[in-house]
T-cell receptor, first 115, second 110 residues
Framework: DVKVTQSSRYLVKRTGEKVFLECVQD?????MFWYRQDPGLGLRLIYF???????EKGDIPEGYSVSREKKERFSLILESASTNQTSMYLC??????????????FGAGTRLSVL | DQQVKQNSPSLSVQEGRISILNCDYT??????FLWYKKYPAEGPTFLIS?????DKNEDGRFTVFLNKSAKHLSLHIVPSQPGDSAVYFC?????????FGAGTRLTVKP
């Protein structure tokens, strides 16, 4: 089974803090993604990475950055947390194999509260 | 700009009856469609998918129907079980672009 692990289930941070959200996958997947989930808005893509050291902006990258130094790990960084970044953050990974390339596997999520 | 829309935020069904969850999309370039299921405190898990070359895909109690001319897909669950209570997201993809709907919360009552 594919396992995507997010380091924290719940986080509470203060406005202006630098926040790191970590994600690790164990299936040697090439692609990894960060989403945020908000009521009524579904999952919105923040950043994604096709491979190590590669990153691409998603639909809502403002206020975020990412790091992918190793294939299995994809980190989301909030440089200076703000209250509007309070949300559920979901990490996902995906293989590039033809048959399964559309299926993303998700972690359990990190619920971040910024006070 | 929501390219994938799930207009019903919630749905309540009696155990044993059919659940029908609907999804509409606007981008005609989407060629692969998926349904994900999400329980509280867990990440979404893949449920069933359909390619644009088909109009139906069945997997046990779950069937997805695709109407390309209407840009509409639906998920049928028959018979519904209390364990099916969850939030269901539909997703549509084209190449490397995947878009998710806002989700529908299904409650199956015993």
């Amino acid at each position: 089974d594919v396992k995507v692990t997010q380091s924290s289930r719940y986080l509470v941070k203060r406005t202006g803090e630098k926040v790191f959200l970590e994600c690790v996958q164990d299936m040697d997947h090439e692609n990894m993604f960060w989403y945020r989930q908000d009521p009524g808005l579904g999952l919105r893509l923040i950043y994604f990475s096709y491979d190590v050291k590669m990153k691409e902006k998603g639909d809502i990258p403002e206020g975020y950055s990412v790091s992918r130094e190793k294939k299995e790990r994809f980190s989301l960084i909030l440089e200076s947390a703000s209250t509007n970044q309070t949300s559920m953050y979901l990490c996902a990974s995906r293989t590039t194999g033809t048959l399964a390339k559309n299926i993303q596997y998700f972690g359990a999520g990190t619920r971040l509260s910024v006070l | 700009d929501q390219q994938v829309k799930q207009n019903s935020p919630s749905l309540s069904v009696q155990e044993g009856r059919i659940s029908i969850l609907n999804c509409d999309y606007t981008n005609s370039m989407f060629d692969y469609f998926l349904w994900y299921k999400k329980y509280p405190a867990e990440g979404p898990t893949f449920l069933i998918s359909i390619s644009s070359i088909k109009d139906k895909n069945e997997d046990g109690r779950f069937t997805v129907f695709l109407n390309k001319s209407a840009k509409h897909l639906s998920l049928h669950i028959v018979p519904s079980q209390p364990g099916d209570s969850a939030v269901y997201f539909c997703a549509a993809s084209a190449d490397n672009d995947m878009r998710f709907g806002a989700g529908t919360r299904l409650t199956v009552k015993p």
